[in-house]
């Protein structure tokens, strides 16, 4: 899950609301889309903002750690398809900015509450990878955690949003393979190989479980978030089925997931498995984690040195449209 | 003047002769730009044959207030559609 710990409202019940608010829970409720022009809570509009925006940041900073191993791929093929891959985060990030940016957002303002490290991206972008193998576990766990998430939300309330998730779905799943088929390659490989695949899956599967955010005893957000549908399903719910996918990929690869508890139920038709360190998460999420400072550093950065280049393209475009037309040049 | 780069709507044309259809939208300094990027954030995959870009600012759209007065009329004039007429299966296809 991209989007964790997203400050929702206090939810209301069906007598605190006013008329409108009635109304447009009754549209929600009916599956109707709810578009850009169109009356919103307040606090729908502000939820949305803060979900989507974290959202995009995290593709934008998901680039990172694989941007990391582009000019390092052991082969051609597997440097263009890791290329393909991070160009992907990047058109997914746009999605989303695009979106987020029709409840009354400008961009500047997103990219500026990320880098004043006032909006938050996945904690699991604060995680180093250290090998070529976490390029397989990155591409099979991470993306499949937020395959997982996004999959149900291409059903979201909101329409752009709604229309963003389904493009990115449709491409996701190319992320997801593309890093199992490194994973199996290694798995299959030498026995130092096989050692660096399980290796990656040991360090990125807590991370990764963390992504679907906090258990749902401690998660106060979902409520409010839930009825406007723009949460589709619990923390917990998705981390299940998230574990119940991915423990028979791991056997396959003959790797053995990081977790001594790790036990099939047969009773709930799942496998029982142990909590990540929720106090890591937390500190993590306060800015804490290997790679806060690298991540955030690296951002501001491509957006202060790219400063003069954006701004000498507005320059180049208003005097190429006062050549054109004289009159339009203020 | 805000340097922020202006917000375009994209329309791509895909493979099999339909109309362009709106697909999103993206920031550009200009109209060249806009085609650019477009190319990149919307066919990676093939997805068209051709883009039109337009300045979301010089898009004029309707209201949803309005939603009423424009549409309703339609919903009573089910004539216009070819089942509200019955035709005896004798006369064929029709």
């Given at each position: 899950?991209?989007?964790?710990?997203?400050?929702?409202?206090?939810?209301?019940?069906?007598?605190?609301?006013?008329?409108?608010?009635?109304?447009?829970?009754?549209?929600?409720?009916?599956?109707?889309?709810?578009?850009?022009?169109?009356?919103?809570?307040?606090?729908?509009?502000?939820?949305?903002?803060?979900?989507?925006?974290?959202?995009?940041?995290?593709?934008?900073?998901?680039?990172?750690?694989?941007?990391?191993?582009?000019?390092?791929?052991?082969?051609?093929?597997?440097?263009?398809?890791?290329?393909?891959?991070?160009?992907?985060?990047?058109?997914?990030?746009?999605?989303?900015?695009?979106?987020?940016?029709?409840?009354?957002?400008?961009?500047?303002?997103?990219?500026?509450?990320?880098?004043?490290?006032?909006?938050?991206?996945?904690?699991?972008?604060?995680?180093?990878?250290?090998?070529?193998?976490?390029?397989?576990?990155?591409?099979?766990?991470?993306?499949?955690?937020?395959?997982?998430?996004?999959?149900?939300?291409?059903?979201?309330?909101?329409?752009?949003?709604?229309?963003?998730?389904?493009?990115?779905?449709?491409?996701?799943?190319?992320?997801?393979?593309?890093?199992?088929?490194?994973?199996?390659?290694?798995?299959?490989?030498?026995?130092?190989?096989?050692?660096?695949?399980?290796?990656?899956?040991?360090?990125?599967?807590?991370?990764?479980?963390?992504?679907f955010g906090p258990s749902d005893k401690d998660s106060v957000h979902s409520a409010q978030s839930m009825s406007w549908k723009i949460k589709m399903n619990s923390n917990d719910e998705l981390r299940q089925k998230f574990v119940d996918q991915t423990v028979p990929q791991a056997e396959y690869l003959g790797l053995t997931v990081p977790d001594p508890a790790l036990k099939w139920n047969e009773d709930k038709g799942g496998y029982d498995f142990s909590e990540p360190d929720w106090s890591e998460f937390y500190d993590v999420l306060a800015g804490n984690g290997p790679c806060n400072k690298d991540r955030l550093g690296a951002r501001v950065k491509a957006w202060e040195d790219g400063a003069w280049f954006r701004d000498g393209l507005v320059a180049h475009a208003r005097k190429a449209a006062a050549r054109r037309t004289p009159a339009a040049a203020e | 003047m805000s340097k922020e780069w202006p917000l375009w709507e994209i329309f791509i044309r895909g493979q099999h002769g339909l109309n362009h259809r709106h697909v999103g939208s993206l920031h550009a300094p200009d109209a060249e730009m806009a085609v650019l990027n477009a190319r990149d954030v919307y066919t990676r995959r093939n997805e068209g044959v051709s883009i039109w870009v337009v300045r979301s600012a010089d898009i004029t759209a309707s209201s949803p207030s309005e939603k009423g007065p424009l549409f309703e009329p339609a919903n009573s004039k089910v004539y216009r559609h070819p089942t509200f007429f019955d035709i005896p299966d004798e006369v064929g296809h029709m």
């Open positions: 899950m991209y989007a964790q710990m997203v400050k929702s409202e206090g939810m209301k019940s069906r007598d605190e609301m006013s008329a409108e608010e009635q109304a447009f829970q009754d549209r929600i409720d009916r599956g109707e889309k709810i578009e850009p022009k169109e009356w919103m809570p307040e606090g729908y509009r502000k939820t949305l903002i803060r979900q989507i925006g974290q959202h995009a940041h995290s593709e934008i900073v998901g680039q990172l750690p694989e941007g990391n191993w582009i000019t390092r791929a052991p082969t051609l093929e597997r440097k263009a398809i890791l290329l393909a891959k991070v160009q992907d985060e990047a058109g997914h990030g746009l999605y989303l900015y695009s979106a987020c940016e029709t409840l009354g957002v400008t961009r500047d303002e997103l990219m500026e509450l990320l880098h004043a490290g006032k909006m938050k991206y996945s904690s699991i972008f604060n995680y180093p990878t250290l090998t070529w193998a976490d390029m397989g576990a990155v591409g099979w766990l991470v993306d499949g955690a937020a395959i997982m998430n996004q999959v149900p939300l291409q059903r979201t309330s909101y329409g752009p949003y709604s229309r963003a998730m389904i493009r990115i779905c449709k491409e996701e799943s190319f992320h997801q393979r593309q890093g199992y088929a490194i994973m199996m390659k290694m798995a299959s490989g030498t026995p130092a190989q096989k050692k660096m695949a399980q290796d990656a899956l040991n360090r990125l599967w807590y991370p990764s479980l963390m992504m | -």
